[in-house]
């Protein structure tokens, strides 16, 4: 072979969207400083292709994004049958009606809401944690926003609370219309010297709140949660009879979360019982928002069960996965309502590690 044979440039055919053949050079390897500089070329090629291409995945992506997120978050417009406007979300994770029992001084805690109704017609019946879901259909759901809003008049009532018999149970309406929120207290009223308007107004919130049970009576199924929270306090009253088993987490233990969501348990100087009804009676300070490896060990160590009594330290425990409704995540709150409170505050939600106590010190 001769020596003075040097390889020469080979040439590629690839079509363009035209579908007339382009000629693609690759690099000639028979000059170095010309091979080198084509090389870049090639590789400048490469790299704008690439580009290119991912651009075009970011646009489509966003693009999917935006559509997905704005269909929830339009608002609907309703004219009553007497002339009122009366606007409000059809997010599948904003409430548009939620109602609570309780709150009365002998009152029990409820692991959530007696009912919820989200902006697209999914409701969820409480309270407790085996709650049930059910659908009403958009006609259904105005028809019964006209009656609350016309019929009974709800957002022209004087005042919010009729509730004149200290510590008893009341039932707690809550409306999210016109981008405001509005909230009553449906309890134990007339038993004072009340106005013929007082009387009159209390009389159409009990109609109201018939209404909203009287149109929730389609069929139902089991509500199911992707996310849970979970809740943990000190029992003094476990069930001896059963085997307790010991609590086997490495994240946290049950001292750590019970201390952190229901506070200390104070010196008990009658006796052993020093339970301060946290989560029996009233609602915690946070709760434990679970990732979904914690979810699926403490799931495990539940057998599968919504709760369960384990022992650590020598101490015992009620464990508790509530799941999470439609709008609680968004809002990092819990909606539940205990005993001894008539206004509402939600429970927030704590993500992340569960802080060590600090040590109470001693007298």
Request: net charge negative; glycine share 8%.
């Amino acid at each position: 072979m001769d020596s003075n044979y040097r390889m020469g440039k080979q040439s590629t055919f690839v079509n363009d969207e035209k579908g007339v053949g382009a000629q693609f050079m690759a690099p000639s390897w028979g000059d170095p400083d010309r091979g080198r500089h084509e090389l870049r070329s090639y590789t400048q090629y490469l790299h704008c292709l690439l580009l290119a291409v991912l651009c075009s995945l970011l646009i489509l992506l966003t693009a999917c994004n935006n559509n997905s997120s704005s269909k929830p978050n339009t608002r609907q417009t309703l004219s009553t049958t007497n002339g009122s406007v009366v606007t409000y979300s059809n997010s599948p994770q904003e409430v548009l009606i939620r109602t609570f029992y309780g709150g009365g001084k002998l009152g029990t805690f409820e692991m959530s809401p007696k009912i919820s109704i989200y902006g697209d017609g999914i409701y969820v019946l409480g309270p407790g944690l085996q709650m049930r879901q059910g659908q009403l259909q958009s006609d259904m759901l105005e028809h019964l926003l006209n009656t609350l809003v016309d019929t009974d008049g709800l957002l022209k009532l004087n005042r919010q609370q009729f509730y004149d018999v200290p510590d008893q149970n009341a039932t707690l309406l809550q409306l999210m219309l016109n981008g405001k929120q509005y909230q009553y207290l449906y309890g134990p009223f007339g038993n004072l010297q009340e106005s013929a308007q007082d009387i009159d107004e209390y009389q159409r919130l009990g109609k109201a709140l018939t209404s909203i049970t009287e149109a929730l009576t389609g069929p139902t199924h089991n509500y199911r949660s992707r996310e849970m929270a979970l809740l943990v306090h000190q029992t003094f009253s476990p069930d001896l009879s059963q085997t307790i088993p010991t609590w086997n987490f490495r994240d946290f233990t049950l001292f750590q979360l019970a201390t952190y969501e229901c506070g200390p348990i104070p010196p008990d100087e009658t006796g052993p019982n020093a339970d301060t009804g946290c989560l029996t009676y009233t609602v915690p300070r946070t709760a434990l928002l679970l990732s979904t490896q914690q979810l699926l060990k403490i799931s495990m160590l539940l057998h599968g069960q919504e709760q369960g009594v384990f022992i650590e330290g020598g101490l015992y425990y009620s464990v508790v996965l509530r799941p999470l409704l439609p709008d609680e995540l968004a809002q990092k709150s819990l909606a539940m309502f205990g005993s001894q409170e008539l206004t509402y505050a939600g429970v927030p939600l704590h993500m992340g590690s569960v802080p060590t106590p600090t040590p109470t010190p001693t007298q």
